[in-house]
Nanobody, 120 residues
Framework: QVQLVESGGGLVQPGGSLRLSCAAS????????MGWYRQAPGKQRELVAI???????KYADSVKGRFTISRDSAGNTVYLQMNSLKPEDTAVYYC??????????????WGQGTQVTVSS
């Protein structure tokens, strides 16, 4: 069974930092892109950042210059370094893996979500 396991969320004061991690497990041949989305209460889920294999990273305008997305050399783990956090960054953050190649075909996968709360 292929799944994404997230970690690193929590409570942080404004201006602080957090690092989210997401590891894909199971029989995976390759992953086209990995990224992070977030959903705040009463709002739609939105893209935060995404990193394709061999392509350019993409960030939401609201996080440019503050957040950095990266992947490990194997390509199955993605990180989100979040600096200078603001209260408006408060949301559930979801890891996403696009076009995951397995023995049974391709699939897109979501993690279970991790809460990030920015508050004093």
């Amino acid at each position: 069974q292929v799944q994404l396991v997230e970690s690193g969320g929590g409570l942080v004061q404004p201006g602080g930092s957090l690092r989210l991690s997401c590891a894909a497990s199971g029989s995976i041949f390759s992953i086209n892109a990995m990224g992070w989305y977030r959903q705040a209460p009463g709002k739609q889920r939105e893209l935060v950042a995404i990193i394709p294999s061999g392509g350019s990273t993409k960030y939401a305008d609201s996080v440019k210059g503050r957040f950095t997305i990266s992947r490990d050399s194997a390509g199955n783990t993605v990180y989100l370094q979040m600096n200078s956090l603001k209260p408006e960054d408060t949301a559930v953050y979801y890891c996403y893996a696009e076009r995951v190649a397995t023995a049974t075909g391709y699939m897109n996968i979501w993690g279970q979500g991790t809460q990030v709360t920015v508050s004093s």
